[in-house]
Nanobody
Framework: QVQLVESGGGLVQAGGSLRLSCVAS????????MGWFRQAPGKERELVAA????????YGADSVKGRFIISRDNAKNTMYLQMNNLKLEDTAVYYC????????????????WGQGTQVTVSS
């Protein structure tokens, strides 16, 4: 059983930055690919970033490339999403997700997810 807990969301002005964190329980965190999905009212769920278990492979959606950076610290069982130059359209609930298979996660399939953290970008 893997439990994921997100934190770091909040209210920020357009152009500002936030860093989201996701802390995972369990003894085999490094075996899991991790990702950040977001869901906004009236929009489809979107995978914004993903990272393989050892951090060797990363993915970023076109909508966030150049602005968001995904990383992980396996010694701390923690994954991060550094969000820079935030835009109004980034407003969403952001979910930490995990799966044993990186490519399954890339397809939007995962075994574990957290409760979400709200990110609101204001003008």
């Amino acid at each position: 059983q893997v439990q994921l807990v997100e934190s770091g969301g909040g209210l920020v002005q357009a152009g500002g930055s936030l860093r989201l964190s996701c802390v995972a329980s369990g003894r085999t965190f490094s075996n899991y690919a991790m990702g950040w999905f977001r869901q906004a009212p009236g929009k489809e769920r979107e995978l914004v970033a993903a990272i393989s278990g050892n951090g060797g492979s990363t993915y970023g959606a076109d909508s966030v490339k150049g602005r968001f950076i995904i990383s992980r610290d396996n010694a701390k069982n923690t994954m991060y999403l550094q969000m820079n130059n935030l835009k109004l359209e980034d407003t969403a609930v952001y979910y930490c997700t995990g799966d044993f298979n990186y490519f399954r996660l890339r397809r939007g399939l995962y075994d574990y997810w957290g409760q979400g953290t709200q990110v609101t970008v204001s003008s």
